[in-house]
Antibody, heavy 118, light 113 residues
Framework: EVHLVESGGGLVQPGGSLTLSCEASGFTFSDYWMSWVRQAPGKGLEWVAN????????YYVDSVKGRFTISRDNAKNSLYLQMNSLRADDTAVYYC???????????WGQGSLVTVSS | DVVMTQSPLSLPVTLGQPASISCRSSHSLIYSDGDSYLNWFQQRPGQSPRRLIY???NRDSGVPDRFSGSGSGTNFTLKISRVEAEDVGVYYCMQVTHWPLYTFGQGTKLEIK
């Protein structure tokens, strides 16, 4: 059974940094692209970033370019999101989700809450 | 950028009655193979999103057959033939054609009248 478990969320001050992790199990992690999707409180879903199978290709939504970095460690079946220069509007639940060419987002984690506030 | 527009944003429905959600794309979602690629997701209160439909009309495993998807190009529809209490939540469309960049619709909140 596929499982995605996020961790690393918490309260951070504006301008601060945080790294989210997502541990995957139940499938061959190195065969799949992976994505991060976020949801601000009471708002809709927003795709944030994705990464290809070996980490050589990465894509980001414009609002996080230059501040967030997606990465992965296939040996550890783990996905990461390094978030720098955090702003109040980055406050959201961040979901890890499995990405597949043309049929993405079939499995989701439970989410990790990031709160940016002073 | 591809913009996805859903309507209505709020959908009160009587139990047992049908429901329909529209999703329109600012750009054609017809891929080079001639097919359109659009997903529908359900998010029940307090839960993570769940994919219901992929590639416009294909139901995911375990999704009741009262859910159906249709459309092509820029216009898509999610239909629920007879709404049940467990269908309460927010429904999102998401364009997939312009991979690897994805865009969601704003969401449609379905509630029971």
């Amino acid at each position: 059974e596929v499982h995605l478990v996020e961790s690393g969320g918490g309260l951070v001050q504006p301008g601060g940094s945080l790294t989210l992790s997502c541990e995957a199990s139940g499938f061959t992690f190195s065969d799949y692209w992976m994505s991060w999707v976020r949801q601000a409180p009471g708002k809709g879903l927003e795709w944030v970033a994705n990464i290809n199978v070996d980490g050589s290709e990465k894509y980001y939504v414009d609002s996080v370019k230059g501040r967030f970095t997606i990465s992965r460690d296939n040996a550890k079946n783990s996905l990461y999101l390094q978030m720098n220069s955090l702003r109040a509007d980055d406050t959201a639940v961040y979901y890890c989700t499995r990405d597949q060419w043309l049929v993405p987002f079939d499995y989701w984690g439970q989410g990790s809450l990031v709160t940016v506030s002073s | 950028d591809v913009v996805m527009t859903q309507s209505p944003l709020s959908l009160p429905v009587t139990l047992g009655q049908p429901a329909s959600i529209s999703c329109r794309s600012s750009h054609s979602l017809i891929y080079s193979d001639g097919d359109s690629y659009l997903n529908w997701f359900q998010q029940r209160p307090g839960q993570s999103p769940r994919r219901l439909i992929y590639k416009v009309s294909n139901r995911d495993s375990g999704v009741p057959d009262r859910f159906s998807g249709s459309g092509s190009g820029t216009n898509f529809t999610l239909k629920i033939s007879r709404v049940e209490a467990e269908d309460v939540g927010v429904y999102y469309c998401m364009q997939v054609t312009h991979w690897p960049l994805y865009t969601f619709g704003q969401g449609t909140k379905l509630e029971i009248k």
